[in-house]
């Protein structure tokens, strides 16, 4: 009689065969998809009906084989193929794919899922996203850019928002010290008058001295009468002097009631950046200024070295009145002596904390060669340091024979006021004559000198991004300096085939998949990531069809199997009428 048994094998076979058709189908739509895994199904016999189990052979007889009849065919399960595909350069860094195993951790609500797909592009609050709006994962880099490691964030990174600015630490002069040059005797000298050949009067008579107010100080163009030359609540402006070929900054001094002689001396002292070097200068002067209470002359003797020379026309130091508007010249000047001796002198640029840039001046002098090698006496200025004194300090340099720096007083610290300027206070930083970026030499050839090397950094805004193959993303600032911002980090499973798959190129931990286990790019078996990629899908589009070939096959034969089955059924009917 005709087999029931038939219909139902039939149909396991459609069920089977419809179900792979729909697998076969879901690759194939998504052969365009990034990151795409394709998935194959697999097929086990069902349980089989058992007529006899067969028998052991015997010393008389054979034995005989299991009497089974199937049942059809089931779905054993559905494998997905989690090799790499293609990549596909796109040139925006902001694509990512994996070359190797792991996935890209990313979140939504507050849910974390996992994918391969790297297609990220930023919100607007700068995190980088999926297509679908989750956010990617990982460290972030703190306020001096030191990686964070531990609790997975959003990856945030702010083009056009974040600055950076840096202080310097560090700076470099290299060159050449003449060591045959004129050694340095004196300083420049320059008198200030009444007139061309008479000190300064005090109102009343006399000659003044350093406790004498300004504003008892005779008007030298109406000496006798009695009148003063300043007035409460006036300036003496200092503009346009000059010390070697670089012009001084313009400075100030307020009068009062109490302002003296000795107010004027230190002011000037401060403003033209005379320093006190511990002795007198070789002709026997002592840098500084000071007047003669027999004379009422006000002499200023500069720090020796022609860089250092001084220059100071009566139109240099005016009066103001209470308005601003100049009154004249305060004082008649003469210089009577030039400063001499070999000297070169250099500009550097550095930066406060804030980037502001602060220039500084070094000057070099020499001072003396004796038979142990060339000594030359460097004097630092800054027109930027906030207090009125320039003046940063000065000390001795020492060469040996072979005019190589002495190893010991190679490096000075220099310090520069930022007083009220919102920077740390001071700025600090190490000068080097002797480094690998260069060094200072005393030979016989002309002096020159230099800055060629300085750390630091303007303020700068950043304007680009890219991530290295271990995740590591690397900001780029407008004022060309680079850092690190943070780092994407991979997700390996022992069981990638046991995730479960969300939708939207997204899964979910299984109860198969094991853990997650995270861990920065090229580590504990996690692949590279690949900056401006994506990972195409690796549907094999001639094993699909293929396949879909022998499952049509398998579908028509099984739907074969069930007509065949009624045909014999009707024929049992037949016999019954």
């Avoid at 998949?513 to 195409?536: D, Q, R, Y």
């Amino acid at each position: 009689m005709a087999s029931t048994t038939a219909l139902f094998t039939g149909l396991s076979g459609l069920n089977a065969h419809a179900r792979k058709l729909d697998v076969i189908g879901n690759n194939v739509a998504n052969v365009n998809t990034t990151a795409f895994k394709s998935s194959k199904m697999m097929f086990e016999s069902l349980f089989s009906r058992n007529f006899s189990f067969g028998s052991s052979p015997s010393e008389v007889m054979g034995g005989t084989n299991p009497r089974q009849v199937g049942n059809g065919v089931a779905v054993a399960g559905i494998q997905r193929n989690f090799n790499n595909g293609a990549f596909a350069a796109t040139g925006d860094l902001r694509d990512m794919a994996i070359d190797g195993s792991g996935f890209f951790v990313v979140q939504r609500e507050g849910q974390t899922y996992y994918t391969r797909a790297g297609s990220f592009r930023q919100d607007p609050e700068d995190n980088l996203i999926t297509v679908g709006g989750e956010r990617l994962m990982g460290f972030m880099a703190d306020e001096n850019f030191n990686i964070q490691q531990g609790q997975l964030v959003p990856i945030n990174i702010p083009i056009g928002k974040r600055t950076i600015a840096e202080a310097t630490q560090n700076a470099v002069i290299a060159g050449n010290l003449n060591s045959e040059g004129d050694i340095a005797t004196r300083g420049s000298l320059i008198n200030l008058l009444a007139d061309a050949s008479n000190g300064l009067s005090a109102v009343g008579g006399g000659f003044i001295t350093a406790g004498t107010a300004l504003t008892a100080i005779e008007d030298p163009n109406a000496q006798g009468s009695g009148t003063p030359a300043f007035a409460a609540g006036e300036r003496l402006r200092l503009t346009g002097a000059t010390k070697g070929d670089t012009r001084l900054p313009t400075a100030e001094l307020d009068i009062t009631p109490a302002t003296t002689v000795q107010d004027l001396l230190d002011f000037l002292t401060a403003a033209m950046g005379i320093q006190q070097t511990g002795g007198p200068n070789p002709d026997g002067s002592t840098p500084g200024i000071t007047v003669d209470p027999a004379t009422g002359i006000i002499s200023i003797v500069g720090n020796t070295g022609a860089e250092n020379d001084l220059r100071i026309r009566p139109g240099d130091l005016v009066v103001l009145d209470a308005a601003g508007v100049s009154r004249g010249p305060a004082f008649n000047t003469d210089k009577a002596h030039a400063s001499d001796g070999e000297s070169v002198r250099t500009t550097m640029v550095v930066y406060d904390s804030l980037g502001a840039s602060v220039t500084f001046d070094v000057t070099m002098v020499l001072e003396e060669t004796p038979n142990s090698g060339p000594v030359w006496r460097y004097y630092l200025e800054s027109e930027d340091d906030t207090d009125l004194a320039i003046a940063l300090g000065n000390g001795l340099l020492r060469f040996n024979t072979q005019g190589q720096i002495d190893p010991g007083n190679s490096e000075i610290n220099v310090t520069i006021d930022r007083n009220n300027t919102g920077a740390n206070q001071p700025l600090s930083f190490s000068l080097s004559f002797l480094d690998s970026a260069g060094q200072l030499t005393s030979t016989a050839t002309k002096s020159a000198m230099q800055g060629v090397y300085w750390d630091g950094l303007p303020p700068g805004t950043l304007s680009a991004f890219g991530v290295g193959d271990d995740g590591t993303i690397v900001g780029r600032f407008s004022n060309g300096a680079t850092r690190t911002l943070g780092k994407v980090v991979l997700a390996n499973f022992t069981n990638p085939e046991g995730l479960i798959d969300a939708g939207g190129n997204l899964f979910e931990t299984g109860p198969n998949s094991g853990p997650a286990v995270v861990a920065a790019p090229g580590t504990l078996g996690s692949g590279l990531i690949i900056a401006g990629a994506l990972e195409m899908s690796n549907v094999d589009l001639g094993e699909e069809f293929t396949q879909m070939i022998l499952t049509s096959t398998g579908y028509s034969a099984s739907s074969r199997v069930i007509r065949t089955a009624d045909e014999l059924m009707q024929q049992l009917l037949v016999l019954g009428r």
